[in-house]
C-alpha cells in the first residue's frame, strides 16, 4: 500500500485502528493530508491510489469487536460480503458489532440468533430478513425519514467504520457506479473510514450521483451472481380497483409520480397506460416504469428537475428492470437527500404522490410501519413526498395514500382508534386524500366530525354502522359532510 494509500485512509480515523496487515505507516501521515491528496467525494480520482483486491473472507477481518459497520441495501445488497462478514464474526469471536442499513435482501445471516452479542443489526428501514430480530429484542430500529439518513453520517452524529458495498464493474477510466441502490449509500461512503466494495458484473451501470472511482475502495472484492428481484404479486381484484379509482381521478396528464412499494402502488401504474406526459421523480422505481414508456406514457416532457429523466434514489423489481437501467441515461440515480428533499420535489409539476398504509383512524392519523407495537416496517420517504406534493410550487399536488378497506381476516383498516402502540408515521395534519376500492376521502381542511364522516363513506360497507357508533362515542357527536 502506497504512502498515499495510507494517507488517504488514515485521513478518515479519529479512533480506529486497523489491523497490522492493512497499515504500515505513522499516525504522522494524517498530518501531511491536503485536499490534493484526499477528497470525501468519490467521483475523483485519487493519485497513486488503487485498492487491494482480495477474497471476501480477506476484506471481512478489517472488522473488529465494537466497530459500526453500514450495508448496502436493496436489490445492490453485497451478500457475499454479508455471509463472509457472519462466519468471521463467527469464527473469531466478535462482540458488539453493530450492521447499520436500509432494507437489505438476502438471508440476513448476522441478525439470526445464533449471532446475538456477535452482532447487532440497526435497521434505518426493517426488512423482512431483520423483522423477526427487531420485534425479538435483538436488533433496533431507528425512526428517520429516508431524507435526513444522510445527516446522520455527513453531521458525523453516527460515525461508520467500515462501509461494504455492492458496484458495478469499473469502466475504462476506473469509475464504478452504486448501481441501483444510490439512496443513503453515497453519504456512508462518503464518510466510512475503510470502504470495502464488491464488484458484480450483474450490477448495472446507471448514471446520477452514484459513481464512485475505485481509488476510494480501501478492498475490492470480485462477486458474479444475480441481484436480488422482487417480482411484484399479481394485483388482487381490489387493489386494481384502488389503482383504477387513482388513475381515472386523481392523476392528470404531465404530472410527476412518486410510488412506493407494494401492490396498489404497481396497480396505479398499470392504470396509466391511457395517460400522456407523465414523469418520475420517485424514491423507488419498478419494473412498471418499463410498460409506460413502452406504451409512450411516461416522457418526463414537464418535469422540472431533471426535465426530461426518470429520478430515483433505488430499485427493485426484476431483472427486466436492471437490464433496461444498465448505461441507460434516460434514468439518473440520486442521493435520497436530493431525490426526497420537500423544496425540490415541490418544484416538479402536478406532484402525484402515492403510498400505501396499514391503517388509518377516524381522524385522519396514518400507521404504516407497524401492526399495533410489532414493528414492521420504517418511517421511509412517505412524509417527504406527502409534504412535497402537499407544497407543490403550482398548487396542484396530490399526496394520496391508498389502502383495501379491510384486512385479510375482513377486519376494518379504517379504525376509530389506532391499535395500541402503532407507529403514526403520517399525521393527520399532513393527509390530503384517503383512497380505498370504495373512493375517495379528501381531508385536507376537514374537521374531525367531517373527517370521520368522509373515512367512514369509504369504509367497508359491513363496517360503517359500527364506526359510525364510535365516532359518535369519541366525538360526542355525530359525524357528517
Same mark, same amino acid.
Given at each position: 500500500?502506497?504512502?498515499? &494509500?495510507?494517507?488517504?485512509?488514515?485521513? *478518515?480515523?479519529?479512533?480506529?485502528? $486497523?489491523?497490522?496487515?492493512?497499515? !504500515? /505507516? %505513522?499516525?504522522?501521515?494524517?498530518?501531511?493530508?491536503?485536499?490534493?491528496?484526499?477528497?470525501?467525494?468519490?467521483?475523483?480520482?485519487?493519485?497513486?491510489?488503487?485498492?487491494?483486491?482480495?477474497?471476501?473472507?480477506?476484506a471481512v477481518r478489517v472488522v473488529r469487536s465494537d466497530m459500526r459497520v453500514y450495508v448496502h441495501g436493496a436489490a445492490a445488497t453485497p451478500i457475499t460480503l454479508v455471509e463472509a462478514l457472519s462466519e468471521h464474526g463467527l469464527s473469531s469471536s466478535l462482540s458488539n458489532v453493530e450492521v447499520m442499513h436500509i432494507h437489505t435482501e438476502g438471508p440476513g445471516t448476522y441478525a439470526k440468533p445464533e449471532y446475538e452479542g456477535i452482532f447487532r443489526s440497526n435497521s434505518l428501514f426493517i426488512g423482512a430478513n431483520c423483522r423477526e430480530a427487531v420485534n425479538s429484542g435483538r436488533g433496533d430500529f431507528?425512526?428517520?425519514?429516508? &431524507?435526513?439518513?444522510?445527516?446522520?453520517? *455527513?453531521?458525523?452524529?453516527?460515525? $461508520?467504520?467500515?462501509?461494504?458495498? !455492492? /458496484? %458495478?464493474?469499473?469502466?475504462?477510466?476506473?469509475?464504478?457506479?452504486?448501481?441501483?441502490?444510490?439512496?443513503?449509500?453515497?453519504?456512508?461512503?462518503?464518510?466510512?473510514?475503510?470502504?470495502?466494495?464488491?464488484?458484480?458484473?450483474?450490477?448495472?451501470?446507471?448514471?446520477?450521483?452514484?459513481?464512485?472511482?475505485?481509488?476510494?475502495?480501501?478492498?475490492?472484492?470480485?462477486?458474479?451472481?444475480?441481484?436480488?428481484?422482487?417480482?411484484?404479486?399479481?394485483?388482487?381484484?381490489?387493489?386494481?380497483?384502488?389503482?383504477?379509482?387513482?388513475?381515472?381521478?386523481?392523476?392528470?396528464?404531465?404530472?410527476?409520480?412518486?410510488?412506493?412499494?407494494?401492490?396498489?402502488?404497481?396497480?396505479?401504474?398499470?392504470?396509466?397506460?391511457?395517460?400522456?406526459?407523465?414523469?418520475?421523480?420517485?424514491?423507488?422505481?419498478?419494473?412498471?416504469?418499463?410498460?409506460?414508456?413502452?406504451?409512450?406514457?411516461?416522457?418526463?416532457?414537464?418535469?422540472?428537475?431533471?426535465?426530461?429523466?426518470?429520478?430515483?434514489?433505488?430499485?427493485?423489481?426484476?431483472?427486466?428492470?436492471?437490464?433496461?437501467?444498465?448505461?441507460?441515461?434516460?434514468?439518473?440515480?440520486?442521493?435520497?437527500?436530493?431525490?426526497?428533499?420537500?423544496?425540490?420535489?415541490?418544484?416538479?409539476?402536478?406532484?402525484?404522490?402515492?403510498?400505501?398504509?396499514?391503517?388509518?383512524?377516524?381522524?385522519?392519523?396514518?400507521?404504516?410501519?407497524?401492526?399495533?407495537?410489532?414493528?414492521?416496517?420504517?418511517?421511509?420517504?412517505?412524509?417527504?413526498?406527502?409534504?412535497?406534493?402537499?407544497?407543490?410550487?403550482?398548487?396542484?399536488?396530490?399526496?394520496?395514500?391508498?389502502?383495501?378497506?379491510?384486512?385479510?381476516?375482513?377486519?376494518?383498516?379504517?379504525?376509530?382508534?389506532?391499535?395500541?402502540?402503532?407507529?403514526?408515521?403520517?399525521?393527520?395534519?399532513?393527509?390530503?386524500?384517503?383512497?380505498?376500492?370504495?373512493?375517495?376521502?379528501?381531508?385536507?381542511?376537514?374537521?374531525?366530525?367531517?373527517?370521520?364522516?368522509?373515512?367512514?363513506?369509504?369504509?367497508?360497507?359491513?363496517?360503517?354502522?359500527?364506526?359510525?357508533?364510535?365516532?359518535?362515542?369519541?366525538?360526542?357527536?355525530?359525524?357528517?359532510?
Amino acid at each position: 500500500m502506497s504512502a498515499v &494509500s495510507i494517507c488517504k485512509t488514515v485521513s *478518515r480515523v479519529v479512533k480506529f485502528r $486497523l489491523p497490522a496487515q492493512y497499515s !504500515s /505507516v %505513522s499516525l504522522n501521515a494524517q498530518n501531511r493530508r491536503s485536499f490534493h491528496l484526499y477528497s470525501p467525494e468519490p467521483f475523483h480520482p485519487i493519485p497513486d491510489k488503487s485498492p487491494t483486491w482480495m477474497s471476501a473472507e480477506e476484506a471481512v477481518r478489517v472488522v473488529r469487536s465494537d466497530m459500526r459497520v453500514y450495508v448496502h441495501g436493496a436489490a445492490a445488497t453485497p451478500i457475499t460480503l454479508v455471509e463472509a462478514l457472519s462466519e468471521h464474526g463467527l469464527s473469531s469471536s466478535l462482540s458488539n458489532v453493530e450492521v447499520m442499513h436500509i432494507h437489505t435482501e438476502g438471508p440476513g445471516t448476522y441478525a439470526k440468533p445464533e449471532y446475538e452479542g456477535i452482532f447487532r443489526s440497526n435497521s434505518l428501514f426493517i426488512g423482512a430478513n431483520c423483522r423477526e430480530a427487531v420485534n425479538s429484542g435483538r436488533g433496533d430500529f431507528t425512526p428517520i425519514f429516508l &431524507s435526513e439518513i444522510p445527516l446522520l453520517f *455527513r453531521r458525523k452524529l453516527i460515525e $461508520l467504520d467500515v462501509a461494504m458495498i !455492492s /458496484v %458495478s464493474s469499473p469502466d475504462k477510466h476506473g469509475f464504478c457506479t452504486l448501481g441501483p441502490s444510490v439512496d443513503c449509500t453515497r453519504a456512508a461512503v462518503q464518510n466510512a473510514r475503510y470502504i470495502v466494495g464488491l464488484v458484480n458484473p450483474h450490477m448495472p451501470r446507471t448514471f446520477g450521483d452514484g459513481m464512485i472511482h475505485m481509488s476510494h475502495f480501501d478492498a475490492m472484492v470480485k462477486g458474479d451472481y444475480p441481484l436480488p428481484e422482487l417480482k411484484a404479486a399479481t394485483p388482487t381484484d381490489i387493489e386494481n380497483e384502488i389503482g383504477r379509482v387513482i388513475a381515472d381521478n386523481l392523476v392528470e396528464d404531465g404530472a410527476t409520480l412518486q410510488t412506493g412499494i407494494g401492490s396498489i402502488p404497481h396497480a396505479v401504474l398499470n392504470a396509466l397506460w391511457s395517460h400522456r406526459d407523465l414523469g418520475i421523480h420517485s424514491e423507488m422505481i419498478s419494473d412498471g416504469i418499463i410498460d409506460l414508456i413502452e406504451h409512450g406514457s411516461l416522457t418526463n416532457a414537464q418535469k422540472v428537475i431533471h426535465t426530461g429523466k426518470i429520478v430515483g434514489g433505488f430499485a427493485m423489481g426484476t431483472r427486466k428492470l436492471y437490464e433496461f437501467m444498465d448505461d441507460n441515461p434516460f434514468i439518473v440515480m440520486c442521493d435520497i437527500a436530493f431525490v426526497n428533499d420537500v423544496s425540490l420535489i415541490s418544484q416538479n409539476p402536478r406532484v402525484t404522490a402515492i403510498n400505501s398504509c396499514i391503517e388509518v383512524d377516524l381522524t385522519g392519523q396514518v400507521v404504516s410501519d407497524s401492526i399495533g407495537t410489532r414493528m414492521y416496517s420504517g418511517v421511509g420517504g412517505q412524509v417527504d413526498f406527502m409534504r412535497g406534493a402537499a407544497l407543490s410550487n403550482d398548487g396542484l399536488g396530490k399526496p394520496i395514500l391508498a389502502l383495501p378497506s379491510t384486512t385479510k381476516r375482513g377486519e376494518s383498516k379504517i379504525v376509530p382508534f389506532i391499535k395500541e402502540g402503532a407507529g403514526v408515521v403520517t399525521t393527520r395534519a399532513h393527509v390530503h386524500y384517503i383512497v380505498t376500492e370504495y373512493g375517495i376521502a379528501f381531508l385536507f381542511g376537514k374537521n374531525v366530525r367531517q373527517r370521520a364522516h368522509a373515512l367512514i363513506e369509504i369504509a367497508h360497507p359491513d363496517h360503517r354502522e359500527h364506526l359510525e357508533e364510535a365516532a359518535f362515542k369519541r366525538l360526542k357527536c355525530m359525524p357528517s359532510a
